[in-house]
Every structure is written in C-alpha cells, then in structure tokens.
C-alpha cells in the first residue's frame, strides 16, 4: 500500500484566499518534492511510485521550480 500523503503537512493559513486550483497544486507539489527527496531525487522511481509518466514528472518539477 502507497502511503503518498503520510508526510503532507500543509499548514491551514497556506490557503487562505487561496482557490481550490491553487490549494491543489501546493500539495501537489509538496506530495512530488517529498517523494522525490525519499527516493534521492531518482526520477524514474519517483514516477513510477507516484503512478504518473516520467514525462508528467518532468513537467510538474519545471512547473513548481522556482522562478
């Protein structure tokens, strides 16, 4: 059994005025990061236990690096 949200801890006043779309890809993002350092950032694991294409993967790290 995946255990994906065991250590997603976003804190309530993060989404304040926030929209759901927005809400979404905080944890989203917090979700990817997290896997991605457990796993040693190997991206192939990382997709693979998060059941997303490396290529998603690829996108959503581009999407969620900053700026």
Do not use: H
Not at 6 to 19: I, L, Q, T, Y
Not at 42 to 59: H, M, Y
């Amino acid at each position: 059994e995946s255990k994906l949200l065991d250590d997603v801890a976003v804190p309530v006043d993060d989404f304040k005025g926030d929209s759901l779309e927005k809400i979404m890809e905080k944890i989203e993002k917090q979700i990817i990061l997290r896997n991605l350092e457990k796993n040693q950032w190997q991206k192939n694991k990382t997709a693979s236990e998060l059941k997303i294409n490396r290529k998603t993967l690829f996108r959503k790290m581009k999407k969620y690096a900053p700026q």
